[in-house]
């Protein structure tokens, strides 16, 4: 029901069905963001669609070794583009950690945003206002 409605929408703004899907989500809702992705990459209703691209924040690691070749194989046909984003001083990305489990793995193009220092936190805090 969620693609068909997805769908709709998308020809509304579209009626020649040639329309872009962006799929985003953060932490718990960049690990189901990941997930939708794959399944409408897969689905029959986004044939028209030539790349649904995903953006995830401090998303978790949600899939199989066999996810991750599958995710690979719609990046490379590219059915999907995916870029991960993470800060070097988040945990939630590390989950599940390896010692509980190995099997689950990241997707995508790996952007890591690293800390502010204090010299940069001025001049943007000066910058922004606050």
């Not at 009626?15 to 960049?30: A, K, N, V």
């Not at 030539?50 to 995710?71: D, N, S």
């Not at 690979?72 to 590390?94: S, Y």
Request: include cysteine; charge should be positive.
């Amino acid at each position: 029901e969620i693609f068909s409605n997805i769908d709709s929408i998308g020809r509304e703004l579209a009626p020649d069905g040639d329309y872009e899907l962006s799929i985003t989500g953060h932490s718990l809702g960049g690990a189901l963001a990941t997930i939708l992705s794959f399944y409408a990459a897969t689905s029959s209703v986004f044939t028209q669609v030539k790349t649904i691209r995903v953006f995830t924040f401090a998303a978790p690691r949600v899939g199989c070794q066999r996810f991750v070749h599958a995710f690979q194989h719609l990046e490379r046909i590219g059915k999907l583009r995916k870029a991960r984003f993470t800060n070097t001083r988040d945990l939630v990305p590390l989950v599940p950690f390896h010692g509980m489990s190995r099997s689950y793995k990241h997707v995508g193009m790996h952007i890591r945003l690293h800390g502010v220092d204090k010299f940069a936190q001025y001049w943007l805090r000066q910058a922004l206002d606050v």
